[in-house]
């Protein structure tokens, strides 16, 4: 029934990759919706109620926080897995 250290630690690590592979899509699926926000909406002026470069600088500052968060959840996965491989 109980699982002993090595299992656990392969349990969790198998988790873990599986929870940041999921947010790495997620992820992508956000800064692909806020590309074509971007392009659509904001460079095209469709904009009324605020200010074309607010809403340009906003979208782009998301855009670029959520690609260095995705490089960080791709780095700590290699980081994981190379971990492993060198342990095994």
């Known amino acids: 029934m109980y699982l002993n250290r090595s299992k ?27 590309l074509v926000s971007l392009k659509y909406e904001v460079d095209e002026d469709m904009t009324d109620y605020i200010s074309k470069e ?21 780095v700590s996965i290699i980081l994981i897995l190379l971990n492993r491989v060198h342990k095994e």
């Open 54 to 74: 607010w809403a340009r600088g906003y979208l782009v500052s998301k855009i670029t926080c959520l690609k260095y968060f995705i490089c960080y959840i791709l």
């Open 8 to 34: 656990l630690l392969t349990v969790i690590t198998i988790v873990f990759i599986i929870v940041s592979v999921s947010l790495c899509f997620i992820i992508s699926y956000i800064i692909i919706d806020n």
